[in-house]
Nanobody, 124 residues
Framework: QVQLVESGGGLVQAGGSLRLSCAAS????????MGWFRQAPGKEREFVSA????????NFASSMKGRFTISRDNTKNTVYLQMNSLKPEDTAAYYC?????????????????WGQGTQVTVSS
């Protein structure tokens, strides 16, 4: 079993930045692809970003490209999401996810383990 705990959410003004962290425990996630998803009230959970096992390959939803950066430190069993130029529409609960395998995926149903989420609120 893999346990994931997100942190770093909060309230920020539009144009500001936040760095989310996802700490994994229970197993090393060095051979897991990791993803970030978000869910706003009344909306479905959507893909934000993903990273493969060694951090070489990354993917972003189109609306996040150029603003968000994903990275991982396998020595710390942690994945990060750096969010810059935040917009009010980025307001959501952000979830970290893990899937056993070397290659990243973008589908919600392709991830086995999920964290509890961290709230990001961007004020206008």
């Amino acid at each position: 079993q893999v346990q994931l705990v997100e942190s770093g959410g909060g309230l920020v003004q539009a144009g500001g930045s936040l760095r989310l962290s996802c700490a994994a425990s229970g197993r090393t996630v060095s051979n897991y692809a990791m993803g970030w998803f978000r869910q706003a009230p009344g909306k479905e959970r959507e893909f934000v970003s993903a990273i493969n096992w060694n951090g070489i390959s990354t993917n972003f939803a189109s609306s996040m490209k150029g603003r968000f950066t994903i990275s991982r430190d396998n020595t710390k069993n942690t994945v990060y999401l750096q969010m810059n130029s935040l917009k009010p529409e980025d307001t959501a609960a952000y979830y970290c996810a893990a899937r056993l395998g070397l290659f990243l995926r973008v589908g919600v149903n392709e991830y086995e383990y999920w964290g509890q989420g961290t709230q990001v609120t961007v004020s206008s």
